[in-house]
């Protein structure tokens, strides 16, 4: 099950609509980071419920941000060999990702509630990530992969 911001129906990543990346880390990357977010998501909810222990959704978003380093580097790295054009807007992206994600660690070690937080991630969080591998990377492997990038929406 993927993470579902608000208004907008499953599934929203159906992978099998994608085309993948020629480089097979990178596809691994993006399964294992939807997997987090969306374990984020669950120990989140369930913090609100129980109204408590935030400390597994404090686990995943830590585990979250670490991915997200380990993929965005790689994922750089990989486009800018190619002299992938867009790749400029491409890091500012992926910084705001991660400057999201840092943003939810901190909220989550200090005082607001979990509940505050679970709304800011289905506003942003799911939204910023959906948007971007369906959207951006798909752009970037469609150009790896040698095809035309899909006409402007
Ligand atoms: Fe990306
Ligand atoms: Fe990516």
Avoid: W
């Avoid at 380093?69 to 991660?98: D, S, V």
């Avoid at 909220?107 to 799911?126: K, M, W, Y």
Wanted: negative net charge; hydrophobic residues 40%.
């Amino acid at each position: 099950m993927f993470l579902r911001p608000k208004g907008v129906p499953v599934p929203l990543i159906d992978e099998s609509d994608m085309v993948p990346y020629p480089d097979g880390a990178l596809n691994r990357d993006h399964r294992e980071l939807i997997a987090t977010v969306n374990r984020f998501y669950s120990c989140l909810c369930r913090a609100v419920a129980d109204d408590g222990d935030a400390t597994p959704a404090r686990v995943q978003i830590g585990q979250l941000e670490r991915q997200c380093a380990i993929h965005f580097r790689r994922e750089e790295g990989y486009l800018q060999r190619l002299g992938y054009p867009q790749l400029t807007q491409h890091r500012i992206a992926h910084r705001r990702f991660e400057g999201l994600v840092h943003q939810f660690k901190v909220a989550l070690t200090g005082n607001t509630a979990p509940a505050d937080i679970l709304r800011l991630v289905e506003e942003n969080l799911s939204v910023l990530l959906i948007q971007h591998i369906n959207e951006a990377d798909q752009a970037a492997a469609l150009f790896a992969a040698g095809l035309p990038a899909p006409p402007d929406p």
